[in-house]
């Protein structure tokens, strides 16, 4: 089993995979949770009640006039609502309903899907919408949107994100730490090695490494100001980042130095992945998935099967990898992606990166502060 960047792990590693649902903001309070996760065999009769309105979602109730508390609102940076506690109650009747909505998705100003618990009822809206299957819902103590994970070693990971937020944990994410990073930028990828040397890129071609855990990030020049998507070690010293414009860089020198390689393209990369200094992968803007066997001095095109931007790509080994994207789009390959599959999420909201510890457990992170679970 590997981390993200291929440091060895034990058989008991707690295996802890986030999602999280919008951009938010870094001082934000922490979520009201589900009381229990959604019972996905058959619709709850207050589900029902569940619907939209301009300024967000809402109860039809039946008494009209009702009266509607809100209460621990919380929005993202665009202003956007994306969690709240309520109480609705109808006058001269018992009808009182009490829960909170969280996960709100939004697009162009619309609703179009959130999670509900109504006195007790856990719900997904819009009606229809397919549940999680086989992940868990966790909290990452945090609104700003993270960005990547890293698993280095048993229970301890970094999560990077908006903000330059790095956040650490070593009790499998109950409770996380943040680190200085020494930067605003947004920070779009995460990858240890060992339990100390780490390396983190972001926008304005960001680079930052680390030999002590994080205790400390030193910059590193890029030699580009564009926007640096992902990067992969296999080693302390050999790694690729990939990022705007087809953008790949190698360095063999712990980035010391780092080099251009030709990629064939000038779309966005958004996520690389190797699983030996030779093998790796690439996915990235409409559906993109590049592939090289020779430590990228030549990168093939694969099919998806998607026009989705791919945001985050992780390989098992030579064989069986996964991807990540928009919309809550997941792809598994068993053949080195010869072909790829696609998985149902349960959510629609953008997927940012993905990590296996095992052929079929991992983490994988999006926008928002959710975080999904898959053991099997």
């Given at each position: 089993?590997?981390?993200?960047?291929?440091?060895?792990?034990?058989?008991?590693?707690?295996?802890?995979?986030?999602?999280?649902?919008?951009?938010?903001?870094?001082?934000?309070?922490?979520?009201?949770?589900?009381?229990?996760?959604?019972?996905?065999?058959?619709?709850?009769?207050?589900?029902?009640l569940?619907?939209?309105?301009q300024?967000?979602?809402?109860l039809?109730?039946?008494?009209?006039?009702?009266?509607?508390?809100?209460?621990?609102?919380?929005?993202?940076?665009?202003?956007?609502?994306k969690?709240?506690?309520?109480?609705?109650?109808?006058?001269?009747?018992?009808?009182?309903?009490?829960?909170?909505?969280?996960?709100?998705?939004?697009?162009?100003?619309?609703?179009?899907?959130?999670?509900?618990?109504?006195?007790?009822?856990?719900?997904?809206?819009?009606?229809?919408?397919l549940?999680?299957?086989?992940?868990?819902?966790?909290?990452?103590?945090?609104?700003?949107?993270?960005?990547?994970?890293s698993?280095?070693?048993?229970?301890?990971?970094?999560?990077?994100?908006?903000?330059?937020?790095?956040?650490?944990?070593?009790?499998?994410?109950?409770?996380?730490?943040?680190?200085?990073?020494?930067?605003?930028?947004?920070?779009?990828?995460?990858?240890?090695?060992?339990?100390?040397?780490?390396?983190?890129?972001?926008?304005?071609?960001?680079?930052?490494?680390?030999?002590?855990?994080?205790?400390?990030?030193?910059?590193?020049?890029?030699?580009t100001?564009?926007?640096?998507?992902?990067?992969?070690?296999t080693?302390?010293?050999?790694?690729?980042?990939?990022?705007?414009?087809?953008?790949?860089?190698?360095?063999?020198?712990?980035?010391?130095?780092?080099?251009?390689?030709?990629?064939?393209?000038?779309?966005?990369?958004?996520?690389?992945?190797?699983?030996?200094?030779?093998?790796?992968?690439?996915?990235?803007?409409?559906?993109?998935?590049?592939?090289?066997?020779?430590?990228?001095?030549?990168?093939?095109?694969?099919?998806?099967?998607?026009?989705?931007?791919?945001?985050?790509?992780?390989?098992?080994?030579?064989?069986?990898?996964?991807?990540?994207?928009?919309?809550?789009?997941?792809?598994?390959?068993t053949?080195?992606?010869?072909?790829?599959?696609?998985q149902?999420?349960?959510?629609?909201?953008?997927?940012?990166?993905?990590?296996f510890?095992?052929?079929?457990?991992?983490?994988?992170v999006?926008?928002?502060?959710?975080?999904?679970?898959?053991?099997?």
């Amino acid at each position: 089993m590997k981390n993200k960047c291929i440091s060895k792990l034990g058989s008991n590693v707690l295996l802890t995979v986030m999602l999280i649902e919008a951009i938010l903001n870094a001082g934000c309070e922490k979520s009201t949770e589900p009381q229990k996760p959604p019972d996905t065999t058959k619709p709850a009769a207050l589900c029902t009640l569940l619907s939209v309105e301009q300024n967000g979602p809402t109860l039809n109730l039946s008494c009209g006039n009702y009266t509607l508390k809100r209460t621990n609102i919380k929005y993202d940076e665009y202003n956007e609502m994306k969690a709240f506690d309520f109480i609705y109650t109808c006058p001269g009747s018992s009808e009182t309903y009490s829960g909170n909505i969280y996960g709100i998705t939004w697009s162009w100003m619309m609703v179009i899907a959130f999670d509900a618990m109504i006195n007790g009822e856990s719900c997904l809206y819009p009606p229809g919408r397919l549940p999680a299957v086989g992940w868990v819902r966790q909290s990452a103590g945090t609104y700003n949107c993270l960005r990547a994970v890293s698993l280095v070693g048993a229970n301890v990971e970094i999560v990077v994100g908006t903000q330059g937020i790095i956040r650490r944990t070593t009790d499998g994410g109950e409770t996380w730490t943040s680190q200085l990073s020494g930067t605003t930028s947004i920070l779009e990828e995460v990858c240890f090695t060992d339990a100390n040397t780490g390396v983190v890129v972001g926008w304005g071609g960001t680079i930052l490494r680390t030999t002590v855990g994080g205790t400390t990030w030193l910059g590193q020049s890029s030699g580009t100001t564009n926007i640096l998507y992902s990067v992969f070690f296999t080693d302390a010293n050999t790694g690729t980042a990939v990022g705007q414009g087809g953008k790949i860089l190698r360095t063999t020198n712990g980035g010391a130095t780092w080099t251009n390689q030709s990629s064939g393209t000038t779309i966005w990369l958004g996520a690389v992945c190797f699983t030996d200094a030779n093998t790796g992968t690439v996915v990235g803007e409409n559906g993109t998935i590049l592939r090289t066997t020779n430590g990228g001095a030549a990168w093939a095109n694969q099919s998806s099967g998607t026009p989705l931007f791919l945001n985050g790509v992780f390989f098992v080994n030579a064989s069986t990898g996964a991807v990540v994207g928009t919309d809550g789009t997941i792809l598994r390959t068993t053949d080195g992606g010869t072909t790829w599959t696609s998985q149902s999420s349960g959510i629609w909201e953008p997927l940012s990166d993905v990590w296996f510890s095992g052929i079929n457990a991992g983490t994988a992170v999006g926008s928002g502060g959710i975080i999904l679970h898959k053991t099997q």
